[in-house]
């Protein structure tokens, strides 16, 4: 869904955060999680409480899916292995409705989906801390 023209700075957000995805998974290339001596970031919520949150383990899973591991980035993160491609064709809409032709873009999910998206996440939470 679109609604009026964007400034210049709407414009660029799409191309300065895929910039940015597109320097990180350089780094993350050639960075191994599963090396400790390695600088990369530890989940704050699994630091903190020493559970694994919905995203943990996504590092791990861009690293061997950069390098071509399909099973070991299932085995990172399963969930959000999954809706990676939903990602990708939103960030595309994106990018092509903010920067190419100028409109503002909001995410079509609603009351309903956002519920939804929360509670898969929490589900996802549960299974992953409780199976291991």
Do not use: E, F
């Amino acid at each position: 869904m679109t609604a009026g023209p964007a400034p210049w700075t709407v414009r660029a957000l799409p191309v300065v955060l895929g910039a940015a995805a597109v320097a990180g998974a350089v780094y993350v290339y050639g960075h191994s999680p599963y090396d400790p001596s390695q600088l990369l970031p530890r989940c704050p919520v699994q630091w903190a409480t020493g559970l694994s949150c919905p995203g943990c383990g996504g590092t791990r899973m861009a690293y061997s899916l950069l390098h071509g591991d399909l099973a070991g980035a299932a085995r990172a993160n399963a969930a959000l292995l999954a809706v990676l491609p939903v990602v990708a064709l939103g960030y595309g809409h994106w990018l092509t409705t903010a920067t190419l032709r100028g409109r503002r873009y909001r995410v079509p999910v609603g009351k309903r989906g956002s519920a939804a998206i929360i509670a898969i996440a929490a589900l996802w939470t549960v299974l992953r801390n409780v199976l291991g």
